[in-house]
């Protein structure tokens, strides 16, 4: 049952008329009730109309959408059909019954419809990340769901949403189970593709790895064999495994991140590659690729996010545009340049455009031979654009 109805200025109903499922708080005109940090809230327009029904926030998105049907309740019933629908999504992918890979994501916030929540699947264990106070308040349910959906498949849930809720949140949780297995599975190996990974995913960034890059390292494989390759902002070291196994001559990893590298370290000899063959860098992968010791075949730019908010994304253009130039400029002519974006700010056509002004910077030929995107357990809702946050293209460099 909603707590408080908010109505909306006038003109601010049109993109939830088209089920995009973000209230601003400057759309606001008024509000009866008072509702607070999690509440469920009617959204309707200027002139009483009903537009969706979600959870409040005091924010600058105050309100995330769940139900666009007034006859829709949020409760216990309405979360374990939406956790449900999302393991489905996921057998219907055929990435839950996958042998060679048990990591994967249960639940992509908007992706799944439901906003402020990201559920991530390693081995046996699932970590439950909430972007939101209010669906924080559900973690119980929707942890108990998970369990319930996967019918043995999932035995554990970790919360880890100290990191990904508000700074200003008063009531942020430590790090904890909520349904703790009989197996402490902690310290398991995790598997990719047939590939051995050891993953931190209580300490890691995000929820341990980076699981949206899978196909994309498929791809670097395939392209790899004899290759020398120089692997940026590489964390635990996930396109350098695909590099090394698919026979590439060299393979050199760069991170600021000792103890990102530590773990690297780990996953090269996991997987049987501790040889001449794998540097371990550390040092600012900005830095390091102005200036770059070798001519390498294949250079992988994979930076975090350069713009959260739409008021950093010039900065943050002039940043990839930075980075771009440089590799362009140093790779070897007939060299493969992978380069992403992961700022749900910078659009694909955004980031298109960056690296074309970079290349007509170096004054090289430059080639698309593929665009790239997150996988398909990290759905995007047609409806929100920016659930297609990851950006990638493969340029082949003349």
Sequence with gaps: MATAKLF????????????HP??????????????????????????????????YSDASISVRILSF??????????????????????????ITEDEGTNIFRLVHAEGDNLPGLVVDVYGKTAILQAHAPGMHMQKEIIAKQIVDSSKGRILSVFDKSGESLPKNYENKPDPEYIIKGDNDMEEEHYLENGYKFNIDWKLGQKTGFFI??????????????????????CYTGGFSIYALQNGASLVHSVDSSQSALDILDKNIELNGFADDRHKTIKADAMQFVKDLPLDYDIIILDPPAFAKHVKNRHNAIQGYKRLNSSAISQIKPGGILFTYSCSQVITQKIFRDTITAAAINV??????????????????????PESEYLKGLVLYIE
């Design 8 to 19: 909306l200025k006038s003109k601010k109903d049109q993109s939830l008329m088209r089920q």
């Design 22 to 55: 973000w209230v601003f708080s400057g759309a606001i005109k008024k509000i009866e009730g008072y509702p607070t940090e999690g509440d469920i809230v009617d959204v309707h327009a200027n002139k009483g109309r009903f537009l969706g029904r979600g959870l």
């Design 69 to 94: 049907n007034e006859e829709e309740e949020i409760d216990d019933e309405f979360f374990k059909n939406a956790i449900d629908r999302a393991w489905r999504l996921r057998e219907s992918i055929g």
């Design 212 to 233: 949206d890059q899978r196909d994309n390292r498929l791809l670097l494989g395939s392209l790899a064999k004899g290759k020398s390759v120089l692997n940026t902002f």
């Design 363 to 384: 004054g090289r030929q430059v080639k698309i031979l593929h665009q790239m995107t997150q996988p398909a357990d990290h759905p995007i809702n047609i409806f929100h």
